[in-house]
């Protein structure tokens, strides 16, 4: 009974290490991965529920799925399916319901629901939520040359907009030495850069007694830093994400210290308005945010900080919003992610007052866009001429090598015509930023 598999994901880093897991446990059991647009006799959804928007292309998958392999299995798992696990039983195309929490046991229900031809649906609670359950290492991911490693799972922040916390569970943190192992594997694999990746990355380790329970000396995530920092290899490794409401100053400070960490972070402000930044619960203001960039920039002008920003939450006024646009002059960002305010059933911000209408917060996305844009012209300004190291990952359709610095900044690289460009991919090479270019700069080879 093999069956061929297509796999969908929507959202975040986690979803798509998630994805690999699974991936990983069908091809183990003789099942055969093609492509989503593929016939297929299973479709495994992985799906997000951060906006309406994502709910949506979830929904739209499935129809699509069905339409293109009428009575294969349709399988759904993910933030989504946790959450709203009625919207997703109700649609006569799905075959298979579960949620966050038991998605190591997602391909059983596959198999069974193929094999007998009946639905399954199997969603735990949120107070089921509460251990690190994901098992088992990752052997390869779909590029050669990032690996992403899952750290941590949960978050218990209940910023005012956000549905995850409902998701995902409290916040608990894979056991170090695994994640070591898996870094080990990927290592030895080929893959050269590391990224640490989880619902809220800055919590791992937080939980009362995870020092004295593992043995580690260091605080919080800084302990996994330090542990992988130690492997041998030629490799480097980035945090996918900290969050301001975990993480100050002083704390990020010392992360510094850890020459294979890149000067690269995912700071999300969420808004510039310290009023704001209240009403949505997330424990920090302007200032103290800004005196984290303060230390990133002062370790490394050229540290690339990128965010997310969300315009048009209940209550945002036009100086509201002000702020958040002198916020992306002063904190100098790489890139800015916008997101419009989504109306989320269940969060403390659904309830609130003065809603914003639409057509405000599409002028205002295009605003922050702008902004953002301009932001991201004046960094490549300030890096043009210093010397960086780029990863090579792939050779575009013109011919020009491509991958990201160590700061982050998708970098374009001629090679001369009797080169083998294929040689220098998937290794680290120094280069000089030359201009801005596309979504990123042009760089020379040094």
Request: aromatic share 8%; proline share 3%.
């Amino acid at each position: 009974m093999f069956m061929k598999i297509a796999f969908y994901t929507l959202g975040c880093k986690v979803n798509q290490y998630e994805t690999e897991a699974i991936k990983e446990q069908f091809i183990k059991r003789g099942h055969t991965v093609v492509e989503e647009t593929e016939k297929a006799d299973c479709y495994v959804i992985n799906t997000c529920t951060v906006t309406n928007l994502a709910d949506r292309k979830s929904r739209q998958f499935i129809r699509r799925a069905d339409r293109l392999s009428p009575g294969a299995v349709i399988a759904v798992t993910g933030c989504y399916s946790q959450i709203m696990p009625d919207d997703l039983w109700d649609m006569p195309e799905v075959d298979v319901v579960t949620g966050t929490g038991n998605k190591q046991k997602l391909i059983d229900m596959v198999e069974a629901a193929y094999a007998e031809r009946k639905r399954i649906r199997e969603v735990l609670s949120y107070d089921d939520l509460r251990e690190y359950t994901d098992r088992g290492i990752i052997l390869s991911m779909e590029g050669r040359t990032r690996a992403y490693i899952k750290i941590q799972e949960g978050c218990d922040r209940f910023c005012a907009y956000c549905l995850i916390p409902y998701a995902r569970g409290r916040a608990r943190s894979r056991d170090p030495e695994e994640i070591v192992e898996e870094a080990r594997v990927l290592i030895d694999r080929g893959f050269k850069e590391i990224v640490l990746t989880g619902i809220n990355t800055a919590l791992y380790g937080t939980e009362p007694g995870f020092a004295s329970r593992y043995s580690v000396s260091e605080e919080g995530i800084e302990s996994i830093i330090k542990m992988i920092s130690e492997i041998p290899g030629n490799f480097r490794l980035r945090l996918s994400s900290l969050e301001p409401t975990v993480v100050n100053a002083g704390y990020v400070e010392r992360l510094l210290k850890y020459p294979k960490l890149c000067p690269h972070l995912h700071l999300s402000i969420q808004s510039g308005s310290d009023r704001i930044l209240k009403a949505m619960n997330r424990r920090y203001t302007r200032d103290e945010y800004l005196d984290i960039v303060r230390v990133l920039k002062a370790h490394d002008p050229g540290y690339g900080i990128t965010t997310d920003i969300i315009v048009g939450f209940p209550g945002e006024t036009d100086e509201d919003f002000r702020d958040s646009l002198d916020m992306v002059n002063e904190a100098g960002f790489l890139k800015v992610h916008v997101f419009k305010y989504s109306k989320r059933k269940g969060t403390k911000a659904e309830a609130m007052k003065d809603q914003v209408g639409g057509e405000v917060k599409n002028l205002r996305s295009d605003e922050l866009q702008e902004a953002g844009e301009k932001a991201a012209a004046e960094f490549f300004e300030r890096e043009k001429g210093r010397a960086r190291v780029v990863l090579f990952e792939e050779i575009t359709a013109d011919g020009l090598l491509t991958g990201y610095t160590e700061n982050y900044i998708k970098t374009y690289v001629p090679v001369p015509a009797e080169e083998d460009a294929e040689k220098r991919l998937n290794g680290f090479f120094r280069v000089r930023l030359d201009e801005a270019f596309r979504d990123g700069m042009k760089a020379s080879l040094i």
